[in-house]
Each structure stands twice: as structure tokens, then as C-alpha cells.
Nanobody
Framework: QVQLVESGGGLVQAGGSLRLSCAAS????????MGWFRQAPGKEREFLAA????????YYADSVKGRFTISRDNAKNTLYLQMNSLKPEDTAVYYC??????????????????WGQGTQVTVSS
């Protein structure tokens, strides 16, 4: 079984930055693609970014492209999401996820088999 634990969320001013971390355990971290999603109250879970097993390929949602950067450190079994130029509409619970895969599309939640519990990000005006 895989366990994923997010950290780094909190309250930040609009225009500010946060770096989220996702610590993984339970299987060989470096063998699997990883992704970040978020969910705001009353809205569907939204894909943000994905990264291949070795970090060689990344893919971003249009809403965060140019502002967010996904990365991984396989030696530390940790996934990161650097978030810059944050906006109030970025307020949500942020989740990391590990490849399953039940889909061919990395922007589909069915691609991922394991999920963290989430970390709250709140961006104030």
C-alpha cells in the first residue's frame, strides 16, 4: 500500500508563493508518475500538473501554466509543487496522487491509484 502525505499549505497573500510537498512511502517512488490536483468547495476536482517517473516530462493545466512548477526528488521520495503569483481563485484543498493507471490521460483522476489527504491553500485578497 502507498501512503502520500501533503504539507506546505497555509494562508498567503495574493501575488505570493507557496511550495507544497508530498512525501511518499510504501512502494518504489521513482517507478511511477505523480500528479497534483485541487478541489474548491462545490467544484469538481481539478487537474493541475503531472510529472513522469524520472522527471523528464511534465504536463500542466492551462490555468496554472507559467505560474506553477511540478518537480520531484526521487532520492527523498518527495513530490513538490511550487506555486507563484497566487490568486484568490487558487484557494482550494490540494492533493497529490500516484500513478495507477486506469486511464491513458494524466489529467484524468482515473490515471491515479493513490491519493493523499490534502492540504488547504487559502489566498487572501
Amino acid at each position: 500500500q502507498v501512503q502520500l502525505v501533503e504539507s506546505g499549505g497555509g494562508l498567503v497573500q495574493a501575488g505570493g508563493s507557496l511550495r507544497l510537498s508530498c512525501a511518499a512511502s510504501g512502494r518504489t517512488f521513482s517507478d511511477y508518475a505523480m500528479g497534483w490536483f485541487r478541489q474548491a468547495p462545490g467544484k469538481e476536482r481539478e487537474f493541475l500538473a503531472a510529472i513522469s517517473w524520472n522527471g523528464g516530462s511534465t504536463y500542466y493545466a492551462d490555468s496554472v501554466k507559467g505560474r506553477f512548477t511540478i518537480s520531484r526528488d526521487n532520492a527523498k521520495n518527495t513530490l513538490y509543487l511550487q506555486m507563484n503569483s497566487l490568486k484568490p481563485e487558487d484557494t482550494a484543498v490540494y492533493y497529490c496522487a500516484s500513478e495507477g493507471s486506469g486511464s491513458k490521460r494524466v489529467d484524468d483522476s482515473n490515471f491515479y491509484a493513490y491519493w493523499g489527504q490534502g492540504t488547504q491553500v487559502t489566498v487572501s485578497s
